[in-house]
């Protein structure tokens, strides 16, 4: 089966050919213009969807030499995401869709993410997914492929928020995740004290808001210098590292309680790339003899792979539709 999708529901404008459990092409570009803004501006977001999406494709048919009339499903991003630019993506793949008379699969942004492991790994289940993006940090479980169960997530911000907004009050560029990774590997973990809110609580949720709050008294009580800065990353990072694995170990135990031995947990999403947290995670897991899974490097940030492969696992459980209206909201 040769699958055509396209992702849009931010920043990233992302396109992908892929047959069977193969990635034929895959091309992702990632929006420039909203470092100056320190964060995504939707409306320039969706304008820069609309000026890249049909070059690319074009380019992609003809790197590849693909009569676009051998693609059997054309398949799109509905959601959540930021309406105008799902709106761009979803209609320019459904036009595909009619003018070669093609089925085509709305696909939900964060069953991308869940399912993404699932293409280089052979999962274990019960599995635990932690989904750590910049607009989401959720956790689910699934007992097989087809049973997916929210557990918990975010009360307020997500965590890729946190890094961006903590970067923004520290005078680092957005996007913020690699930055702070960046300046944490100078500093000192352990010279700031960060609150751990909901840490303490057998569930999986979180909150993040607290922390950006906090930040921002230190910064009016420190100079900030190279110094600070290092040293804020380090402790900021750690804070977050420890908060994951604090709810996770909780949430765990509740599980167990509850019967449920998980036997692996995939982390996923764009903060998966986070060197600091990975390591953390994996000793934290090893311990436990729980295996850790991760997508494919180009599929751990928002991306069309990722989009096509949820549409070929889910071929024939969702049916084509070109009267689905993306939502900006949608839960798995
Ligand atoms: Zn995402």
């Given at each position: 089966m040769l699958v055509f999708a396209t992702e849009t529901?931010?920043?990233?404008?992302?396109?992908c050919l892929m047959e069977n459990s193969s990635i034929v092409e895959h091309i992702t570009f990632s929006q420039e213009?909203?470092?100056?803004?320190?964060?995504?501006?939707?409306?320039l977001a969706s304008r820069s969807h609309l000026e890249k999406?049909?070059?690319?494709?074009?380019?992609?048919?003809?790197?590849?030499?693909?009569?676009?009339?051998?693609?059997?499903?054309?398949?799109?991003?509905?959601?959540p995401g930021l309406i105008g630019s799902l709106l761009?993506?979803?209609?320019?793949?459904k036009s595909l869709a009619i003018s070669f008379q093609k089925p085509f699969i709305p696909i939900n942004h964060l069953e991308g993410h869940i399912l993404s492991t699932s293409f280089n790994n052979d999962i274990k289940?019960?599995?635990?997914?932690?989904?750590?993006?910049?607009?989401?940090?959720?956790?689910?479980?699934?007992?097989?492929?087809?049973?997916?169960?929210?557990?918990?997530?975010?009360?307020?911000?997500?965590i890729g928020e946190a890094f961006d907004k903590t970067a923004k009050l520290i005078g680092l560029s957005y996007p913020g995740g690699a930055e702070i990774e960046r300046e944490a590997m100078r500093g000192d973990e352990n010279r700031f004290i960060i609150p751990k809110p909901l840490a303490k609580e057998?569930?999986?949720?979180?909150?993040?808001?607290?922390?950006k709050t906090h930040i921002n008294i230190l910064t009016?009580?420190?100079?900030?210098?190279?110094?600070?800065?290092?040293?804020?990353s380090a402790s900021f990072q750690k804070n977050i590292t420890e908060i994951l694995i604090e709810k996770l170990d909780r949430g765990l135990e509740r599980l167990n309680h509850d019967n449920i031995k998980v036997k692996s947990i995939s982390v996923v999403g764009g903060v998966s790339n986070n060197k600091f947290i990975r390591k953390n995670l994996e000793n934290f897991f090893s311990k436990k003899n729980?295996?850790?899974y991760y997508p494919l490097k180009e599929m751990m940030g928002d991306n069309a792979a990722m989009i096509a492969w949820a549409c070929i696992k889910n071929y024939g459980k969702i049916n084509s539709d070109l009267f689905f209206n993306p939502k900006p909201r949608l839960s798995v």
């Open positions: 529901s931010c920043d990233e404008t992302s396109i213009i909203h470092k100056i803004h320190g964060g995504v501006v939707p409306e999406i049909q070059i690319m494709t074009n380019e992609l048919f003809a790197r590849k030499n693909i009569d676009p009339n051998e693609i059997d499903v054309f398949s799109a991003t509905c959601g761009v993506g979803s209609t320019f793949t289940f019960p599995s635990v997914v932690l989904l750590l993006t910049g607009g989401h940090t959720q956790v689910y479980l699934m007992k097989d492929e087809c049973n997916i169960e929210l557990l918990g997530q975010s009360v307020d911000d997500a057998k569930n999986f949720n979180f909150s993040f808001s607290g922390i009016k009580k420190n100079k900030i210098d190279k110094k600070f800065i290092q040293d804020l729980i295996k850790i």
